[in-house]
T-cell receptor, first 115, second 110 residues
């Protein structure tokens, strides 16, 4: 069974803290993505990576950075958490960039609350 | 105009009813479309996809695209309480990034 695992399901952090959200996939996928999901706003792409050591900004990268040191692992970093970053964060991976083979496999999400 | 628009609902229907979920899209160049299903406190998973013409059927689910009106539909026949979820339509945009509608929350009432 294919799997994308997000290590933390629920986190509570304080404003200004550094936050790491970890994601690991076991499907040997080249491509990995971080989204955030908010009521009324849907899924928004934060960052993505098509290869190890490679990263590209999505639609809302401000306040976030990422790290991809190994193919299977893609981390989202909030350098200084703020209350407007309270959200559900979803990691996804795909085998290909294009076409229906670009199907996204999602993790179960990390619900972050910043106080 | 957003590239993919979807009514967020919620939509509540009795068990056994036919459900119709809809999206509109802005770019006539979009080639194929997907429906993801997301259960509460879970990540989305691909339910089915269809290319930009005609219908595709999979069990109780039918995906339909109307290119002339840029309209995407998902029909669920004989709806079950286990179909209660959020349904997101999606399509790859010009940059081959998958873009999502905001999702429609569906409740099937036993």
């Amino acid at each position: 069974d294919v799997k994308v695992t997000q290590s933390s399901r629920y986190l509570v952090k304080r404003t200004g803290e550094k936050v790491f959200l970890e994601c690991v996939q076991d499907m040997d996928h080249e491509n990995m993505f971080w989204y955030r999901q908010d009521p009324g706003l849907g899924l928004r792409l934060i960052y993505f990576s098509y290869d190890v050591k490679m990263k590209e900004k999505g639609d809302i990268p401000e306040g976030y950075s990422v790290s991809r040191e190994k193919k299977e692992r893609f981390s989202l970093i909030l350098e200084s958490a703020s209350t407007n970053q309270t959200s559900m964060y979803l990691c996804a991976s795909s085998a290909h960039r294009t076409g229906i083979a670009g199907e996204l496999f999602f993790g179960e999400g990390s619900r972050l609350t910043v106080l | 105009q957003k590239e993919v628009e979807q009514d967020p609902g919620p939509l509540s229907v009795p068990e056994g009813a036919i459900v119709s979920l809809n999206c509109t899209y802005s770019n006539s160049a979009f080639q194929y479309f997907m429906w993801y299903r997301q259960y509460s406190r879970k990540g989305p998973e691909l339910l089915m996809y269809t290319y930009s013409s005609g219908n595709k059927e999979d069990g109780r689910f039918t995906a339909q695209v109307d290119k002339s009106s840029k309209y995407i539909s998902l029909f669920i026949r004989d709806s079950q309480p286990s179909d209660s979820a959020t349904y997101l339509c999606a399509t790859p945009n010009r940059d081959d990034k998958i873009i999502f509608g905001k999702g429609t929350r569906l409740h099937i009432l036993p």
